[in-house]
């Protein structure tokens, strides 16, 4: 069994669709994890702020948009006005969850997770019929059923024990050898809806490559392989070859775009080697990640936009024993908030977090504690690996920069964006 993820960017329009039926034509033996069309998880966190904000009305603007986005695909990829019973459901109680429920703030998450997974359901649901369409049979799997995820939403981890029977099940007699489902989503066990993360479809396909001991995953994106920088940003990027799975973890977790972060531990565990390549050309070979690998070569550039400097001093200076980080930490696991880059002195303590819904109240929260709390809006959080002096002086140095942490090989950066 191989596994095949495809990204959002991937499938965006009937094209890409057409191109993953000609990427995997003619394989037997093949999982594929698809991700939301194009830009559609963004458009469905428009309508979670719309339930969230009581606007109904914006709810709905942004459901109609997302219906006429996927209609044009669907009468593209069959040529003419075309209906799909499954799609329309999914549609019709996507909008009875919008107009129906009432937003309470502690049920944020929940209701976050319920909104964004239809994104997976359709865009899965409209490739599995069209492959049929195209005489490639295959069985579409709802992945709800299938990984068991613990009670927590927006960030939900995997049980693979419990996932393992669940999968095998949905899978069972199948006449099929290709099947379909989404990635980014999975089901708690008290049966709610749950999402793995942002950019998680990474993660569920190495779930399911690791339960169904695949032979390798590939995630198919529309760059030639891993790049040293995101080429948007930083025009001179190159690619490269090949990673081992530690140097790929500590990519993730410093922000790299690459990989889920919680991609790697699956894959690593039974030795499954994964393949980053590019959708319009699959005779290029990409980026493997696997055990061993060559030492990289150029330097990293991974940059974590929309981050939030938190600056916390206890009103007691009692910092300097160190007393009071539980307490902190703590309040940040309360509000989900995420600390990506940890700097401290004797009396102050910074967080560098990612831009989230509940800052504020994690704010309120640190001050109701006893501590006094300084917030530096528009940041971001630079990571150098393999930093050179001409890179330094590009980027680790000037008016704009708060925070600076270094080694021999990797530089940290927090500063104002421009």
Known sequence: MKVYKFGGASVRNAD?????????????????????????????????????????????EHID????????IIDDLWHGPTHLPRVDAFFDELERIAAETAYRSEDAELLYDTIVAFGELVSTTIISEYLRFAETPNR???????????????????DLEASAPLLRQAMADARETVFVGQGFIGGAPDGTTTTLGREGSDYSAAVVANLLDAESMSVWKDVDGVLNADPKIFPDAVQIAELNYLDTIELAYSGAQIIHPKTIKPLQNKHIPLYVRPFGDKRK???????????????????????????????DFSFVLEEKFSAIFSLLERYRLKANLIHNSAVNLSLCVDDTWHIGEAIEALRAAGFDVMKAERMELLTIRGYTPELWERYAVGPQVFIRQSTQTTVRIVRKRN
């Open 140 to 158: 579409w799997i709802d992945m709800r059923c299938c990984l068991r995820t613990e009670l927590r939403h927006k960030d939900a981890a995997v």
């Open 285 to 315: 070979p990409g980026t493997v990640i696997r055990d061993m690998s060559a030492p990289v070569q150029v330097p990293i550039l991974i940059l974590k936009k929309n981050q939030v400097l938190l600056t916390v001093r206890s009103r």
């Open 16 to 60: 890409g669709v057409r191109n993953l039926h000609k990427i995997i034509g003619g394989e037997q033996h093949l999982f594929v994890i698809v991700s939301a069309m194009g830009k559609t998880t963004n458009a469905l966190e428009k309508v979670f702020e719309g339930v969230r904000q009581g606007d109904r009305i914006a709810a709905q």
């Open 65 to 72: 948009g997302l219906k006429r986005y996927h209609a044009e």
